[in-house]
């Protein structure tokens, strides 16, 4: 339930205290369809609050959330609001009410079932400034913020809706027979929504509804606002309308490893979607095998970007430079340019004048695209790394403070530019062999030779990445765009002349092969994901041994006749 800190909490709670200044938010674990309270919470004061003073932000969050401060006057406006933090026996309960929940729902028809994405894609119209408040009181620049809401309103859009539910059931007659193929839902589907796009990946993680499954939901500690909100007040609303059991949908705040663990350890649940780092991805991938449970994994990009020789250089460039959106910690945004030798040393001069107009800022300014970086050391190593090994630093390689002047103790960092040259061994160098998550960009310049020879090379390149979530291409002869389109089958998304990180009704969001996705790794439609494909036949007056041995003598029989009508 959410609450107005202002004037809502009851007289005499010290926990939260007497409260003034700006509304703020409040909110319970909701599990079978009612909130249940905790003694512990985790409080959110605004980003903005701990960019100008992080040391008196996070003391005053650690000494709310140890119940030693009362949370009023100018305390009340730095903070945005508080959730409770699920006990054990919380998470627990929110499986077994899912798996209560989950066959009556799964035979609710699709139909009616799919009402529910229409009407999130309303509830999401009518209160999308809400939602992007609060995601950029969480710390999400606003351009972004709004940004992963508009990619929302594609995902609920009626043309991407409808074609998952044309996956979803196909009907045949055959003779006496109707046959059908149809995709069922796997039942308990539980989502552990990352750290850097909570609220959105949330929203995007609770699509297994659609296809029968209940669903549990974890927001993180750092930044569970956005997600309680959108669940919330979006999802939940909707559920009721259409006369949804309870505990179809649970959601709380817990830690990640007990959370996580309990799923794993859990007969109730079937599918874990779960998203994170490469290493811990596809380890969670094999305890999740070893326990029978469907792994539908969201791990690194490290995406390509291929500039031919041709290509449409501003254009181009504007789209590279969302690489450093969300300071590189997106995972969908461009990690690697592959540059045509012709055209790379005016594209690296386009791209750095464009790097260096990007600046850092408060999230609540409309025109700022960096975010802070906690841990930068590795970053910085990272550029060391690359010049060892021959690369040239074309832009960037500082800290920043929230001004724009370089520090050596600043929370942002510069947007940055490499150039490596050559093909061979230039994944050595780990800002083009993994994903970095930041904004660093290297530039892959190949030695030249006949441009015949350099396409089939890039070709290899962007398939030979171990990694699979997007690529694209920039060119302008159609012969070779057909040729990149032809060929390239690493990935879940291909975009030719397009923004990397723009959404578009029917194509995918998420998803992708390699150490992107695990070994079952493809294109993310979550709703597909959490179901299997079953066929059905349902027969009038068949005779069982006709069924069995009747096909050889009518497929015979056929072979007969085509060779007379041939004669």
Not at 104 to 120: E, N
Not at 532 to 541: E, I, P
């Amino acid at each position: 339930m959410a609450v107005n800190l202002a004037t809502d909490l009851p007289a005499g709670d010290e926990s939260a205290g007497p409260v003034t200044g700006a509304p703020a938010y409040d909110y319970s674990s909701y599990v079978d369809g009612r909130d249940v309270a905790s003694g512990r919470y985790v409080y959110t004061v605004s980003a903005r609050s701990v960019l100008e003073d992080v040391f008196a932000s996070l003391t005053l969050k650690r000494r709310l959330e140890q119940g030693d401060l009362p949370l009023s006057g100018a305390a009340a406006d730095q903070v945005v609001g508080r959730c409770a933090i699920a006990e054990p026996a919380t998470v627990q309960a929110a499986l077994e009410a899912a798996a209560t929940a989950a066959p009556t729902w799964a035979a609710v028809p699709l139909a009616d079932r799919m009402r529910l994405g229409a009407g999130i894609a309303e509830a999401l119209r009518a209160r999308h400034a809400g939602l992007v408040e609060l995601m950029v009181a969480e710390g999400t620049p606003r351009a972004l913020a709004r940004w992963q809401v508009a990619g929302l309103a594609e995902l609920f859009s009626p043309q991407t809706l409808g074609w998952c539910a044309r996956q979803m059931h196909e009907e045949i007659r055959l003779g006496p027979r109707r046959l059908t193929v149809r995709r069922v839902p796997d039942g308990v589907v539980c989502v552990n929504p990352p750290q850097n796009a909570p609220a959105a990946s949330a929203l995007f993680g609770i699509t297994p509804l659609l296809a029968g499954n209940a669903v549990v939901v974890r927001a993180p500690r750092s930044a569970p606002l956005g997600v309680m909100f959108a669940l919330r007040e979006l999802v939940v609303p909707v559920l009721d309308e259409l006369g949804a059991p309870p505990g179809v949908l649970g959601v709380f705040c817990a830690r990640p490893g007990p959370t996580l663990a309990a799923w794993l350890d859990s007969p109730l649940v079937n599918d874990i979607f779960y998203t994170g780092d490469t290493e811990r991805g596809l380890a969670f991938e094999r305890d999740c095998v070893a326990r029978g449970k469907k792994p539908i994994l969201e791990l690194a990009g490290n995406d390509c970007v291929v500039v031919w020789r041709d290509a449409d250089l501003e254009l181009a460039v504007e789209a590279l430079t969302e690489c450093f959106y969300g300071s590189g910690q997106i995972c969908m945004v461009p990690n690697q340019v592959l540059a045509h030798p012709a055209i790379a040393d005016e594209l690296l001069d386009r791209l750095a004048r464009a790097a260096a107009a990007i600046r850092p800022g408060y999230p609540d300014q409309d025109d700022v695209l960096l975010s802070p970086v906690l841990r930068s050391e590795k970053f910085f190593g990272q550029v060391r790394q690359a010049l060892a090994a021959g690369a040239t630093l074309v832009h960037g390689g500082r800290r920043l403070e929230v001004d724009g002047s370089a520090s050596d103790t600043g929370p942002f960092l510069e947007p940055t530019v490499l150039r490596v040259d050559g093909l061979a061994g230039c994944r050595d160098v780990t800002a083009v062999g993994s994903e970095t998550f930041f904004p660093l960009l290297p530039v892959i310049v190949p030695h030249p030779r006949p441009d015949a020879d350099l396409l089939a090379a890039m070709i290899d390149f962007v398939n030979g990445n171990p990694y699979g979530l997007r690529n694209s291409v920039w060119a302008t002869d159609p012969a070779v765009l057909d040729e990149f389109a032809g060929r390239i089958t690493n990935g879940g998304l291909l975009k030719l002349n397009d923004s990397h990180i723009g959404f578009l009704p029917f194509l995918p969001t998420h998803g992708g092969t390699g150490r992107t996705g695990g070994a079952f790794g493809e294109a993310n439609y979550p709703m597909l994901r959490s179901s299997h494909l079953q066929g059905v036949s349902l027969a009038a007056g068949v005779r069982p041994r006709e069924a069995v041995f009747g096909a050889y003598r009518a497929m015979t029989a056929a072979s007969c006749s085509s060779h007379r009508n041939h004669d």
